[in-house]
């Protein structure tokens, strides 16, 4: 069975200073692995995904990501935080196993990034 | 390039009243569909999905029952809402991949429409 566990439901940070967002995973076979990003009353926008072709991802807005298999995790970071960055991030694990079956998306609890002035 | 709708942005409506949620994608054909709820200040559970016209799986029971009537429509309804059923609809699609083993299935959103039940 797959879960995702978002270690940290709140994150606060000054604007200018490193953003580090957890994210641990269980999957029973090779998980997809994602971080979406949601603005307040918006949709969810993509940031970026494991792909498993590199365990170090990049993603838009100067997020990365670095896939970890012996931690399972999939922790979200970014070097300096901007305000724009304030919104809520999630953490998914997807897999799809078998014909005619959906992915089942997994999402975490998320993560509600603040910033400081 | 594929597009997903959803309407309306938001609602709101009485308890006991019905509820009809549309979603329609372009630009792809046999799509996985999902819907999607986040109540206040939880992530997000995922209500129905589908794999094709007329085939839904429910993942939690509930007030709620989800129609795909085409391939690229997919509809929430409820006979009589709850207090509880207000939150934040998120409707999804990720592609078909017929292989048995899939990975990078990614999920594209639509904007959401946020109920309230008053």
């Known amino acids: 069975a797959q879960s995702v566990t978002q270690l940290d439901s709140h994150v606060s940070v000054s604007e200018g200073t490193p953003v580090l967002l957890r994210c641990n995973y269980s999957s029973s076979y090779s998980p997809s692995l994602f971080w979406y990003v949601q603005h307040p009353n918006k949709g969810l926008q993509l940031l970026l995904k494991y792909t498993s072709a590199a365990t170090l991802v990049k993603g838009i807005n100067g997020f990365e990501a670095e896939f970890k298999k012996s931690e399972t995790s999939f922790h979200l970071t970014k070097p300096s935080a901007h305000m724009s960055d304030a919104a809520e991030y999630f953490c998914v694990v997807t897999s799809q196993w078998g014909y005619s079956s959906a992915s089942k998306i997994i999402f975490g609890s998320g993560t509600r990034l603040s910033i400081r002035p | 390039s594929q597009t997903i709708h959803q309407w309306p942005a938001t609602l709101v409506q009485p308890v006991g009243s019905p509820l009809s949620l549309e979603c329609t994608v372009e630009g792809t054909s046999n799509p996985n569909l999902y819907w999607y709820r986040q109540a206040a200040g939880r992530g997000l559970q995922l209500l129905f999905y589908s794999v094709g016209i007329g085939q839904i799986s429910s993942e939690v029971p509930q007030n709620l029952s989800a129609s795909r009537p085409q391939d690229r429509q997919f509809i929430l309804s409820s006979k009589k809402l709850l207090l509880s059923d207000s939150g934040f609809y998120l409707c999804?699609?990720?592609?078909?991949?017929?292989?048995?083993?899939?990975?990078?299935?990614?999920?594209?959103f639509g904007q959401g429409t946020r109920l309230t039940v008053v």
């Open positions: 999804a699609w990720s592609a078909f991949r017929d292989t048995f083993y899939v990975v990078n299935t990614e999920a594209f």
